[in-house]
């Protein structure tokens, strides 16, 4: 029965292909009916479903129910009401005056955590609870910045993924949304130009536009979850954390305990907050831009040291530009300088050093420095000077050569003409 016998193999190759066809296409559907009927529902990619198919909770295999709650085993019959049944669990959406503690119970259980990371930091929520956002929070001002605000909800990715709100150059974005939005802060008494000013300071220059990320971003002085302006004595040990020379320096100054008394902040006393300039010698001494005038009057000791200062660090300063212009010319005339050029970079950093010493208020600290720079500008100003002496000595040479070149030529002209004038001579005796 050949015909039974192919018949046979037919259906089974036709129950097999039905087989995978169908396998493969239950493959397709996700085995989650949250994610399931919600992507089916769902219209706009940063909608839930969609938004967590990049998230960091996805990626460690977390999905809707490890946060909602509910049954995702149930409800691919379309019945959303016994998948997402409180009595299985379900919690549905946070209100805001919850999630803090809604991410918390993962984020704050070492336990749990650690299952995923061992490293994992676990103390956001405790943090959180501290920083102004928490404690307003606390209270029922839902304005403040809960945790979605910073990290979203859906699509969370770790800090270190560029495309995070809270990755830094991201940061003062994150942080603007309300801080640079005056018509939202309105009701605050906080100041709303945070965001503005930080733009315009040398961090913010550093951070957005050089994308040099060893500038500090908001949360390194005001902590991630922490969001408070750091107290009076905690903001010299901020600014301290990157800045240690002039930290342990001004530490050592008679400003130290002055400014302590007053209730005056170390750095941000004379560099502002958020608006820190690029600092000038023009800050010190007793000039217009002097920021020591405006506590020391003519006659006090702060008033003579100020002057002491600027006098010192102005005068290495035109030392060593006297030194550099004249090294310059000789260079450029193609005198071997690179000597003196390299003694001139070393005395710079003198000059460097001198401008961080200032800190100290002490004019023997800063004078060794500026004195010792001094000393080599002045060295490598007469090894120029020695250059140009020198081009100019080869300068003559080169004119006594060139007399002597020139008379010889002439003698070598006149006697070709000699021995021009005898051979015309020989023959015309030739043809006489
Ligand atoms: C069969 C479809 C379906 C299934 C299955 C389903 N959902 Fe939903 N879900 C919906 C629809 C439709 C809405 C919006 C209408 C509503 O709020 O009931 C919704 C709303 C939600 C909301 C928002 C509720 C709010 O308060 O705004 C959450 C959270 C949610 N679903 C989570 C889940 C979770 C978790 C699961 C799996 C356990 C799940 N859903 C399963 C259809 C579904
Ligand atoms: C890391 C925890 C977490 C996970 C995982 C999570 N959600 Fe949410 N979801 C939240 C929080 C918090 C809110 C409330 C805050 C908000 O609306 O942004 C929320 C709100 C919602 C809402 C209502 C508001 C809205 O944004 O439309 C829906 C619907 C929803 N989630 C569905 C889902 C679905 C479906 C999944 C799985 C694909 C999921 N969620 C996974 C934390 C989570
Ligand atoms: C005001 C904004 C803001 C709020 C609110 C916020 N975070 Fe963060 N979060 C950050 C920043 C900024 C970072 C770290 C970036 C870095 O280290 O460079 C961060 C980092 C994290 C990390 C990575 C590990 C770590 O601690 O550095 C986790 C986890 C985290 N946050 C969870 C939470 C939880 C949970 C909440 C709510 C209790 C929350 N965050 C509230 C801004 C915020
Ligand atoms: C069900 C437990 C659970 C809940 C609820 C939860 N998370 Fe997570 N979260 C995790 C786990 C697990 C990781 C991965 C840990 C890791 O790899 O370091 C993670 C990672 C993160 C990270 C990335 C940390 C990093 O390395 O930068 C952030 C940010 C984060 N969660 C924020 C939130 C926020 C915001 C909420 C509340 C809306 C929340 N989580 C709720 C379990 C949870
Ligand atoms: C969702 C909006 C929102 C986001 C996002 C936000 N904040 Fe806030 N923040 C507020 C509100 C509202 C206040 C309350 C103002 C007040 O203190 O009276 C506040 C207060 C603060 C304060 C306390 C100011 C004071 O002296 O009272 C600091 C500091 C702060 N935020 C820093 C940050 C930083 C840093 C970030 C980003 C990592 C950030 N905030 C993100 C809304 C936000
Ligand atoms: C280099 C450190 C530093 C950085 C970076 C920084 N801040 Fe501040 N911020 C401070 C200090 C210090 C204060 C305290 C001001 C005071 O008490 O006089 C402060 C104060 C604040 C205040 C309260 C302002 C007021 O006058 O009420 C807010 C809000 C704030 N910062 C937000 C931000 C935001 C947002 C960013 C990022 C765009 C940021 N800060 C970046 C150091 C910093
Ligand atoms: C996270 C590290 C970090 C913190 C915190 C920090 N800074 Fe800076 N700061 C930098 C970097 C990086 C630069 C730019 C590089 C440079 O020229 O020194 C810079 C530049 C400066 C400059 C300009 C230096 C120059 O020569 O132009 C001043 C002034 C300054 N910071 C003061 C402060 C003050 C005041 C604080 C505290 C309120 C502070 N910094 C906090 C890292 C930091
Ligand atoms: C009494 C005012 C005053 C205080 C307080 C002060 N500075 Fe300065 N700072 C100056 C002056 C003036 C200059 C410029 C010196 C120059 O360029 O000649 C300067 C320069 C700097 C520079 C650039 C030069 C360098 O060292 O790289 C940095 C960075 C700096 N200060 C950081 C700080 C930090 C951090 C603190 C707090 C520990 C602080 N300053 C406290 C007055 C001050
Ligand atoms: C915010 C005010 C303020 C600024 C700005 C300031 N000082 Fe002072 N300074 C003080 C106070 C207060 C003392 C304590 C002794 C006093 O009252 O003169 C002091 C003390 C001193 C002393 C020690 C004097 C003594 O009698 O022992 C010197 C030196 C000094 N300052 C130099 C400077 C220099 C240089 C600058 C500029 C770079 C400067 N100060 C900027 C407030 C300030």
């Not at 009401?81 to 959406?93: L, Q, R, S, T, V």
Request: with cysteine.
């Amino acid at each position: 029965m050949p015909i039974l016998k192919h018949a046979l193999a037919f259906s089974l190759v036709l129950f097999f292909l039905q087989q995978t066809l169908f396998a493969q296409e239950e493959e397709k559907q996700p085995r989650d009916s949250c994610v399931w009927c919600h992507l089916e529902n769902e219209e706009e990619p940063e909608e839930p479903a969609h938004a967590m198919q990049e998230d960091i909770h996805a990626e460690n295999g977390l999905s809707c129910v490890d946060c909602h709650g509910g049954d995702a085993g149930l409800g691919f019959d379309e019945d959303e009401e016994a998948a997402m049944d409180p009595a299985k669990g379900y919690i549905g959406a946070p209100e805001k005056k919850d999630i803090p503690r809604f991410c918390a119970r993962c984020h704050s259980d070492p336990g749990y955590m650690r299952r995923f990371n061992p490293r994992v930091a676990t103390d956001q929520y405790d943090r959180y609870k501290t920083s102004v956002h928490g404690q307003l929070l606390l209270r029922g001002d839902e304005k403040v910045a809960a945790c979605t605000d910073c990290h979203g909800a859906h699509g969370v990715l770790s800090f270190k993924d560029p495309r995070s709100p809270v990755y830094a150059l991201n940061i003062p974005a994150t942080c603007g949304k309300c801080h640079a939005d005056r018509e939202y802060m309105a009701g605050y008494r906080v100041a709303k130009d945070v965001v503005e000013e930080y733009k315009k300071g040398v961090h913010g220059i550093t951070l957005l536009e050089k994308g040099d990320q060893a500038a500090p971003a908001c949360n390194d002085c005001h902590g991630n979850h922490g969001a408070v302006p750091p107290g009076i004595p905690a903001i010299g040990f901020v600014c301290g954390q990157c800045h240690l020379n002039n930290s342990e320096l001004f530490a050592e100054s008679p400003h130290k305990q002055a400014f302590a008394e007053e209730e005056l902040p170390e750095c941000e006393t004379c560099h502002d907050n958020h608006a820190i300039e690029h600092p000038t010698d023009a800050m010190l001494g007793t000039g217009e831009e002097s920021i020591c005038m405006d506590c020391h009057e003519e006659g006090s000791d702060g008033y003579r040291i100020a002057e002491v200062l600027y006098a010192k660090i102005d005068s290495l300063k035109l030392r060593l530009s006297a030194a550099d212009s004249l090294l310059q010319v000789a260079r450029k005339a193609g005198m071997e300088v690179s000597e003196p050029l390299y003694q001139l970079n070393e005395a710079n950093q003198f000059l460097i050093q001198g401008r961080t010493m200032i800190h100290s208020l002490s004019e023997g600290k800063v004078d060794s420095l500026t004195a010792r720079g001094i000393g080599l500008a002045i060295e490598a100003y007469e090894q120029g000077l020695q250059a140009i002496d020198e081009l100019q000595f080869r300068r003559k040479g080169l004119a006594v050569s060139l007399v002597f070149i020139l008379l010889l030529a002439l003698g070598l002209y006149l006697k070709i003409r000699e021995i021009d004038s005898r051979t015309v001579f020989r023959e015309e005796e030739v043809r006489v």
